[in-house]
């Protein structure tokens, strides 16, 4: 098969759960124009409606759906809604997070909550998607995890800030995205699902940073800079299309070589 057939998306439904986020923009706007019909799902259905208007005056197939990955009947809801209105489901990119847990001495509630959506609430998504996928002959997965569930924190990044070390629970349930990634590749390959992780490292967007974390953060990557928008584009087409078929159980760190 030609190389630009084995990427392009047509004819693929595609879920990516906060969509309207800051990686999940990209992440939309990538598998969309890649040929893909893309459906953005989280609790604020405004917000996905706003990216969907964005998105299709630049003629790109996007819809918005409601869901709150912490209720079962809502995933299950959301689930009823892609089969009814799209016919079912292709690729499922597991892209939301709730960060309820400001610090390490939070109150323990702030982790019970983290726990309820991020790792409780993804896994159950998780599954129901998989089942929609499965329920249509198969397709595949990407869970979008961190650097941070591979690495512990690199404090000096903070040095001169008021930022604070970095909550636990995030390193916790992106490390447990990761090792899940693993397990699940076993055993959705029965039903044809593949699935693979991405980790990316820390990205510029419009919620502003200190100018010395800034500086702090750019000395350790190699390629001088946080991620940008364009950057986790080809990565997430990638690993949605059949270009990538042979890649299963994989973790990719997209960190600009600040690990390497
Ligand atoms: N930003 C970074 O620098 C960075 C770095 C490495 C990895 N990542 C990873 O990239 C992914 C996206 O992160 P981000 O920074 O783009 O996050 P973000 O801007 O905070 O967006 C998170 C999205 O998740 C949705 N969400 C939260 N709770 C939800 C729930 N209960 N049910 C359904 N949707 C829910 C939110 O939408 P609603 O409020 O509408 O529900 C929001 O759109 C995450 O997996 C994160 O770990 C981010």
Redesign the pocket.
């Known amino acids: 098969m030609h190389v630009k057939q084995l990427l392009s998306l047509e004819n693929k439904i595609i879920l990516v759960?906060?969509?309207?986020?800051?990686?999940?923009k990209p992440i939309v706007e990538g598998l969309a124009e890649a040929g893909g019909t893309v459906i953005t799902?989280?609790?604020?259905l405004a917000?996905?409606q706003t990216l969907t208007e964005v998105f299709r005056e630049k003629g790109l197939d996007v819809h918005a759906l409601q869901?709150?990955?912490?209720e079962h009947q809502s995933v299950l809801a959301l689930k009823e809604q892609l089969k009814a209105q799209f016919g079912g489901l292709d690729v499922f990119v597991n892209?939301?997070?709730?960060?309820p847990m400001k610090s390490y001495n939070a109150p323990l509630e702030d982790w019970i909550e983290s726990m309820r959506?991020n790792a409780t609430?993804m896994f159950d998504i998780t599954r129901e998607m998989a089942d929609l996928i499965a329920g249509g002959g198969g397709g595949t997965i990407i869970n979008?995890?961190?650097?941070?569930g591979m690495f512990g924190p690199d404090l000096s990044n903070y040095e001169g800030t008021d930022m604070g070390e970095p909550p636990p629970d995030?390193f916790f349930h992106?490390g447990g995205m990761i090792t899940l990634t693993r397990y699940l590749a076993r055993v959705l390959a029965a039903k044809h699902i593949r699935i693979n992780c991405i980790?990316?490292?820390?990205?510029l967007?419009d919620t502003p940073l200190p100018a010395r974390f800034l500086e702090n953060y750019n000395k350790k990557v190699p390629l001088g800079r946080m991620?940008t928008h364009d950057d986790i584009k080809g990565l997430v087409v990638f690993l949605a299309s059949d270009a990538s078929v042979y890649i299963n159980g994989e973790n990719i760190l997209m960190d600009g070589g600040m690990h390497a």
Request: avoid cysteine; hydrophobic fraction near 40%.
């Open positions: 759960t906060g969509g309207a986020g800051r990686y999940g799902a989280s609790r604020n917000a996905g869901v709150d990955q912490a892209n939301a997070v709730a960060r959506i609430g979008i995890a961190s650097m941070m995030y992106k980790s990316p490292g820390g990205l967007s991620a």
